[in-house]
DNA sequence: TTATCCATGTAAGAAGTTACATGATTGA
DNA sequence: TCAATCATGTAACTTCTTACATGGATAA
């Protein structure tokens, strides 16, 4: 799965220009899928090289012309078949999580401010859900939501509930610069060529 | 955040050889981040060319010879330079939703299948975590693994309770193949040059 | 005897990001 | 006046994965 197969999922759902799928994307998609313009110009671009999307250029008064995209019949069978395959592993790549492994080794206020941040961000995204979830459209559209919600708010809940515990570990945790725990260990390894 | 200072992180905990830092990776980092060979081997080549690290050769009887790398201070400056900032919000990538998301489009029994798959997935993490939880380390990463059960559960939890929903309505939907919805559409656009 | 573990590394390529280039309109 | 929205696209770059190359030891 990659770039070029979502637009032909979004164009699933109707006609797009490059411009509008990249806001499609990031509407609800944007919690489990990310594309830049840089991503989907080319994409786009290849995608009607091979049949599998048809473009209609529109020349709008003051505006630069738009180029809308529907799926072609070899564009939704190819769509299809995607779809039929098993779905690859999910991918997570949390920051936010490595911080917390080291957080003995973080300055207490900065620690603080991580998780506050964090804790803003999982409350947003689950705002901005429920906002979203308030018109329902297709099932599938809505399970995702609801899922995205139920995610967020358990990482909320606990990290809310246990917080506590790293930043009490890193107040008894000595300063990372100081802490001769720290230093000493690589004083014992030299560099051999 | 790149393979680069995750290999400075895991060099914090102590010395280790290219490979057993993957190894490390693999444990419950395999949750949040991944590495392959192919980005440590070069990640440590260049470290140890910018003093970041050092390494010592050892050989060994009846096996290849074995490079353990130290972080060296500058190395350990650097990482704790890094771990001073923000960390970037974190990046989902979500196949498994995305088929979500076009329920209504997949084969029945396929639908099923992906739940079914995805649902053992959480399950095997879960256990995995779980297991290693026992043994508690730094409060870091208790904290880490404990978040992934809490998120997991919820995953898995909300999946249990609202699969009935997208499996309902792939029932409701007609094949794609055989729906004139789906190639009525595309018909009444042309490819304009 | 077959697979897995240990152990390092390179090279080619995929995939995507960021920055740039262009430019009018609209709202604060 | 300044930022944002609409609108498309390219080029350089980063980052990482996959596949390959090598090869002994050990366990099933």
Redesign the pocket.
Known sequence: ????T?CLGILSLGEA???????KIEGPFNHFY????????????RLTEEGMVSCTKHA?????????YGLTTPGRLAFLDELTSMPRPDRV?SEFLVFMTFAELLPTRHLSRVLDEQVGYWRAHIAELEAGTEKPTAAGHEFVCGFGVAVYRAALAYTEENRYRVEAANLMAEPAAASPALTTRNAQIQPVD
């Open positions: 799965m990659n770039v070029r979502l220009s490059g411009y509008e799928i990249k806001k990310e594309a830049s313009f840089g991503s989907i110009y080319p994409a786009l671009t709008q008064a003051n505006r630069p012309h738009k180029k809308v790549r």
